[in-house]
């Protein structure tokens, strides 16, 4: 799963780093998943996007709470940092 997780943050550092700030301040139209019409602003959205993938790895946290295996920190400072520096005495 590792791989795959990076290989898609790989596309979406891609998409962003491509973007221009004439793109930032547009909406986008489009349906959800009930079929619902909206219009909203990039800026929202990509907000969305984000906090959407959090609520995921959420998820996935309290499925592996619920079995066998030790599921990772998800915490950001032990995702930048995995190798928590020992304090000395």
């Known amino acids: 799963m590792r791989q795959v997780r990076e290989a898609e943050n790989e596309k ?7 973007l221009d700030q004439n793109f930032l ?3 986008i139209q489009y ?4 079929g ?6 990039v800026e929202l959205l990509i907000t ?3 906090n ?10 309290d499925q592996l709470t619920q079995t066998s295996v030790k599921p ?5 400072h032990r995702i930048l940092r995995p190798d928590p520096v020992e304090k000395s005495n």
């Open 12 to 18: 979406i550092k891609a998409f962003f780093a491509n």
């Open 25 to 27: 301040t547009q909406t």
């Open 31 to 34: 349906r959800n998943s009930a």
């Open 36 to 41: 619902n019409l909206h219009v909203d602003s």
């Open 48 to 50: 969305h996007f984000f």
């Open 52 to 61: 959407h993938q959090t609520h995921h790895r959420g998820q996935v946290h």
């Open 72 to 76: 990772p920190s998800l915490d950001m």
